[in-house]
């Protein structure tokens, strides 16, 4: 069975300071997999995906197969980045989209 | 823009009570998905629907029931509301095959007493 882990439920960083959002992947075939970001009073939507290999408000995330992970990622943390982040999966078989739990994002000023 | 509209953005009903959550989208997609959102258990699938009158269960569809007659349209039915549905219930929908992109409403708290 396909399983999307985020260990981290809250992630507390200050202004500037890198940050790492962890996911990890249980797939045996060859997955798809996405950020969505769910910002304080907003809709939950879609920030990245891997397959387009992009940069999305300075956020990055590469598919490391051998780890099964899709760490997102990015250099320099902003303030409006403080959201609930969800890892999802797409597995060819079912085309379902498989969320994780979350992580909560704080970034201090 | 696209959008997808929940009707209510809080209810409160009693235990008990049969409630209907209405979930409408103006994009023509054919897959529309009912979800729980639950602080550290994340978003877990009740049902969803890829037709008009088609509907599959997802991983807790225990207690709810779903109909979609039309296309824009997909509801959420708890038969008899328990205080454990007592959630963040999110609407979703996608083209058909392309679930790599979900268009989320803007959610519904219930609070069942």
Same mark, same amino acid.
């Given at each position: 069975a396909q399983r999307v882990t985020q260990p981290e439920k809250l992630l507390s960083v200050f202004k500037g300071a890198p940050v790492e959002l962890k996911c990890n992947y249980s797939y045996s075939g060859s997955p798809e997999l996405f950020w969505y970001v769910q910002y304080s009073r907003q809709r939950l939507q879609?920030?990245?995906?891997h397959i387009s290999r992009e940069s999305? #408000?300075?956020f990055t995330a590469d598919l490391n197969k051998g780890e099964?992970?899709?760490?997102? #990622?990015k250099p320099f943390a902003q303030e409006e980045d403080s959201a609930m982040y969800y890892c999802a999966l797409l597995s060819g078989g079912s085309y379902i989209p498989t969320f994780g739990r979350g992580t909560s994002l704080i970034v201090h000023p | 823009d696209v959008k997808v509209t929940q009707s209510s953005r809080y209810l409160v009903k009693r235990t008990g009570e049969k409630v209907f959550l209405e979930c409408v989208q103006d994009m023509d997609h054919e897959n529309m998905f009912w979800y729980r959102q639950d602080p550290g258990l994340g978003l877990r699938l009740i049902y969803f629907s890829y037709d008009v009158k088609m509907k599959e269960k997802g991983d807790i569809p225990e207690g709810y029931s779903v109909s979609r007659e039309k296309k824009e349209r997909f509801s959420l039915?708890?038969?008899? !509301?328990? &205080?454990?549905? &007592?959630?963040?219930?999110?609407? !979703?929908?996608?083209?058909?095959?392309?679930?790599?992109?979900?268009f989320f409403g803007s959610g519904t708290q219930l609070s069942v007493l």
């Open positions: 879609l920030l990245l995906r999305i #408000k300075g099964t992970s899709f760490h997102l #990622k | 039915i708890l038969e008899s !509301a328990s &205080t454990n549905q &007592t959630s963040m219930y999110l609407c !979703a929908s996608s083209l058909e095959g392309n679930n790599e992109k979900l």
